[in-house]
């Protein structure tokens, strides 16, 4: 009996770490654009463990694929990956916008608000957080493919890959104008967004957009998205973000290193305020530090020794 509880015990374990070897090489598949492999390499993993973790990334590599027939492929396994999920995730996840239009959207969004709600606090203004996840995905969806040409012109000195990201770069500022118009109709309506209103997550949608619109833009709103973070309504990168880019803009120092800058094919941060503080002046807004934001963000090693708080007040 031992014997073959263990040999069970060999044999289950020998499946998990083949299914997790999967992953691993389907994720770096998928990081170069290779979806189809990966979207292969995902469905081996899938046979072996059957799990929602999968399933979802399953959905959303089907999704970037941008086919009817792969659409229907990844609303059968984002259904099944989110089934027991009450989580708002999959309704700002920018990999899915090529479904955002499908009737299917409306229901899978309608049945995911229903179980956020049964364990969270209803949602206030349930239609101006539909629309502002949506216009999170429009925001971003595109920034995948985008991405992967951004970094090979990054390596070939300047030049991207292919001509196929000028419709995409394209189609990116296309979807900002809307998001734009449409924004400024529903702030218009029901006033700037807080957390308490429309969730956290759907609020720092409507920052997102607004710090991609026009510089006129930004100024107008920004006081009333340092309003909302002041009492607690707002993202405090969201609130960063928009403030440096503001500094930027008018040609002063950022003060939170948020703004970054491509010089000779290097990304750097633009000009901060005392770098040697930008920590402690991130972390009293609720920020951690610089270094590992620009490492995981932009792959930037930044070097700039951080002093203490009790060093500033001393100063």
Not at 119 to 143: H, S, T, V
Not at 144 to 159: D, F, P, S, V
Not at 161 to 175: G, H, V, Y
Not at 250 to 273: A, D, S, W
């Amino acid at each position: 009996m031992k014997k073959s509880l263990t040999l069970l015990c060999a044999f289950t374990f020998f499946q998990v770490s083949f299914a997790q070897d999967h992953i691993k090489e389907a994720d770096s598949l998928k990081s170069q654009g290779l979806l189809m492999p990966a979207l292969m390499k995902y469905g081996e993993s899938f046979a072996q463990t059957g799990s929602e973790e999968v399933s979802y990334k399953i959905a959303s590599t089907a999704a970037l694929l941008w086919t009817s027939q792969m659409r229907d492929t990844s609303f059968y396994f984002l259904n099944y990956a989110i089934r027991k999920d009450s989580t708002l995730n999959p309704l700002y996840d920018p990999d899915f916008l090529s479904l955002i239009d499908d009737p299917r959207w409306n229901k899978l969004e309608d049945e995911q608000i229903r179980k956020y709600e049964l364990r969270n606090d209803p949602i206030q203004n349930k239609p101006f957080a539909k629309a502002l996840f949506r216009m999170i995905i429009k925001d971003q969806g595109l920034m995948y493919a985008g991405n992967i040409e951004r970094r090979k012109y990054l390596q070939n000195g300047g030049y991207f890959s292919t001509p196929a990201i000028f419709p995409i770069l394209a189609l990116e500022e296309k979807n900002h104008k809307e998001n734009e118009r449409r924004l400024l109709e529903l702030l218009d309506r029901y006033g700037w967004p807080t957390a308490t209103e429309v969730t956290e997550y759907a609020a720092a949608g409507a920052a997102l957009i607004i710090n991609h619109a026009t510089h006129e833009l930004r100024s107008k709103y920004f006081p009333m998205l340092e309003e909302a973070f002041k009492k607690g309504e707002a993202q405090p990168l969201r609130y960063a973000k928009m403030r440096d880019r503001l500094l930027v803009e008018e040609g002063k120092n950022q003060l939170y290193g948020t703004q970054i800058k491509l010089e000779n094919l290097i990304r750097e941060p633009y000009p901060m305020e005392e770098p040697e503080y930008v920590d402690k002046r991130r972390a009293e807004i609720g920020l951690g530090p610089l270094r590992p934001y620009l490492k995981a963000r932009f792959d930037i090693d930044w070097q700039v020794a951080q002093k203490k708080s009790d060093d500033a007040s001393n100063r």
